[in-house]
Every structure is written in C-alpha cells, then in structure tokens.
C-alpha cells in the first residue's frame, strides 16, 4: 500500500511553468503505475497524464499535449508534472492516483483504476 502525496501547485501567471511532484510513501513502490487527473468546481475528475511504473510507458490527454511532460525517477518513487505554457483554463485541484494495474506495464487513463489518491494541490493560472 502506498499514500501519493502531491507538491508544486501554485498561482502564476499565462504561459509560466510549474512543476508538479508526486511522491510514494509506503515500503516499496514496485509495480504502481502513477496518474495525474484535476478537477474543478462541478467538473468530473480529468485524466492529464500517467506513466507506468517503470517509467517506460506515457499517455498525455489531448487538451494538455505537448504543453505537459510526465516522468518518473530513477527509483520510481516520484513522478513529475511538467507543466509548461499554462493557460488560465488549467486551474484546477491536481491529483496524484497511484495502484498496481493489469497489465503491470501500463498506463492508466480513469479514476476507477486508482485505490490510492493524494490530498491535491491546487494550480491557478490568472491572465
């Protein structure tokens, strides 16, 4: 069992970058794919991007595609959101999910496939 724990939100301004953290606590991390959705007022929780545990495989949602990078470390215990060129319609409460998933190797695009969820970190971005 692992409890994600987000870091790096933030208010900035149009077309600044942000860098958004997620790190594992737990004994071991192997085999947690990682993902990261948001969420605003009256919305359904949004897939952004995810990478597989061994940090081999990345999907990345068309709204956010080629403006955020997703990775992870060496040792697989954090996984980055690099957001770059925000836009205003970015501002949402970030979320970091984490569970192991069938197959091990890969990526997950839906909140029903993650037991394990951070507290969120909140991202404004003004015009």
């Known amino acids: 069992q692992v409890q994600p724990v987000e870091s790096g939100g933030g208010a900035v301004q149009a077309g600044d970058s942000l860098r958004l953290s997620c790190t594992l606590t737990?004994?071991?991390?192997?085999?947690?794919?990682v993902s990261w959705f948001r969420q605003g007022p009256g919305k359904e929780r949004e897939f952004v991007a995810g990478?597989?545990?061994?940090?081999?495989?990345?999907d990345t949602a068309a709204s956010v595609k080629g403006r955020f990078t997703v990775s992870r470390d060496s040792v697989a215990r954090t996984v980055f959101l690099q957001m770059d060129d925000l836009k205003p319609e970015d501002s949402d409460i970030y979320y970091c999910?984490?569970?192991?998933?069938?197959?091990?190797?890969?990526?997950?695009?839906?909140?029903?496939?993650?037991?394990?969820w951070g507290q969120g970190t909140q991202v404004t971005v003004s015009s």
């Open positions: 737990g004994r071991t991390v192997s085999g947690y794919t």
């Open positions: 999910a984490a569970d192991r998933v069938r197959p091990g190797d890969s990526v997950r695009n839906s909140p029903s496939d993650f037991a394990y």
């Open positions: 990478v597989n545990w061994l940090g081999t495989k990345t």
